[in-house]
Every structure is written in structure tokens, then in C-alpha cells.
């Protein structure tokens, strides 16, 4: 049986004299695969960078089912947020270095087999399209070894055919035992997910 691991009870959030949520409740399940849909600019980064511990609520608790998830957990966006001027490889494995963590190059190597994007290990990344370059953070993401993943509309910039390849390969992550958390605009991804949850005006609730 899959436990609670992040408890949202009671949140209000505010920018200014803008409410974005208030009396906000629901959890999230160890496994989940949780995808938020609303219209634009109505709260869904929001409520993303609060459950990341990125924000904090002007009310209300946020709390993990223990302290060390909040450095188990990556990042997916929208526009890759990848360094130009260098490889595939180096982009991956800068996280690391930062962290003077070490990681066996076979198996960086053996992730991009995974996502057929072999033949971009030594390639500039400015060279590579849309969809090779969010499958390269996709990697980058999952070197860190995570227990959650938060997705900021991870297809946004992606043709059809590479928004059904991202989308199938966080799928099969979360098979694997990593909750996914994401945020669309897309309601024709919902299908890819266990639970919907819909921003609507200062509510979020979970779709039946």
C-alpha cells in the first residue's frame, strides 16, 4: 500500500493583493503520477515551487513524510535550462560536480542508450532538437537519483511526436517507483497520469 508522502493541508497563497489559493488540501502518494491542469496564469507553477519547497504558503502546512525527501527530488522545465556551450554529457553530469558527487561514466552512458539519444553524448546542445534536448534533462534528472521529479510543463516546446516520447519515458520512470509531479496546459496528457488535479480559480480539486 502506497504511503502519504508530501501532506498539503490548508494552504493560502498570495502575490500582493492576488489570492492564487486558498483553503488548499489533498496528498500526494508515494507512486503517484500527478498531473495539474488550468489555464494560464492561474497557479499551476505556483503550486509546483510550493510543493518543491522552492516557495513557501502565506498559510498553511506543507509538510514531507520525513526530512531527507526534500533532497530526493529533481527538476524538468519547459525550456531545459541546459548550458549551450557544452555537450550533452557535460550538461548531465554539471549537477554532480557541484555536489562533488561522483557517478561511473557506463552508466550515464547506458541513460542515453535508454532514451535513444546515443549519438548526442559528445554533441554541442545546441545542435540537438527540442526533444533530445528535454531528454537530456530527463537524464540529468534522474542522475540525481531522485524519489520525486517536479515537471513545469515538460512539453510545452515539443512537436507532437516528442511530447509522445517524453511523456512515455516519465511514464515508464514512474513505473519504476518515482512520483511525478507535473504541471500542463495539455489536457490530452491527463490519460498519462493516476490523478488529475484541477486549478480553478482559488481551488484545486481532483477530477473524478
Given at each position: 500500500m502506497s504511503s502519504n508522502i508530501i501532506n498539503i493541508n490548508n494552504v493560502k497563497k498570495s502575490f500582493g493583493d492576488k489570492v492564487i489559493?486558498?483553503?488548499?488540501?489533498?496528498?500526494?502518494?508515494?507512486?503517484?503520477?500527478?498531473?495539474?491542469?488550468?489555464?494560464?496564469?492561474?497557479?499551476?507553477?505556483?503550486i509546483l515551487n510550493l510543493l518543491?519547497?522552492?516557495?513557501?504558503?502565506?498559510?498553511?502546512?506543507?509538510?514531507?513524510?520525513?526530512?531527507?525527501?526534500?533532497?530526493?527530488?529533481?527538476?524538468?522545465f519547459q525550456n531545459f535550462y541546459l548550458v549551450d556551450y557544452f555537450t550533452s554529457y557535460e550538461n548531465v553530469i554539471l549537477p554532480l560536480e557541484y555536489a562533488k558527487d561522483i557517478t561511473d561514466k557506463s552508466s550515464v552512458i547506458d541513460l542515453f542508450k535508454r532514451f535513444d539519444i546515443e549519438d548526442t553524448i559528445d554533441k554541442n546542445v545546441k545542435k540537438l532538437?527540442?526533444?533530445?534536448?528535454?531528454?537530456?534533462?530527463?537524464?540529468?534528472a534522474l542522475l540525481r537519483k531522485p524519489k520525486i521529479i517536479f515537471c513545469d510543463e515538460p512539453t510545452g516546446s515539443l512537436d507532437k511526436i516528442n511530447e509522445q516520447i517524453v511523456m512515455k519515458h516519465l511514464a515508464e520512470i514512474n513505473k519504476e517507483g518515482i512520483t511525478?509531479?507535473?504541471?500542463?496546459?495539455?489536457?490530452?496528457?491527463?490519460?498519462?497520469?493516476?490523478?488529475?488535479?484541477?486549478?480553478?480559480?482559488?481551488?484545486?480539486y481532483e477530477k473524478i
Open positions: 489559493f486558498e483553503n488548499v488540501s489533498f496528498v500526494i502518494n508515494e507512486g503517484d503520477f500527478i498531473i495539474f491542469v488550468g489555464k494560464s496564469g492561474g497557479g499551476k507553477t505556483t518543491a519547497k522552492i516557495d513557501v504558503p502565506d498559510s498553511g502546512d506543507i509538510s514531507y513524510l520525513n526530512d531527507s525527501l526534500k533532497e530526493r527530488t529533481s527538476f524538468i532538437s527540442g526533444g533530445e534536448k528535454q531528454r537530456v534533462s530527463l537524464i540529468r511525478i509531479i507535473m504541471v500542463t496546459h495539455n489536457e490530452n496528457l491527463i490519460a498519462y497520469a493516476n490523478r488529475v488535479l484541477i486549478i480553478d480559480g482559488f481551488n484545486i
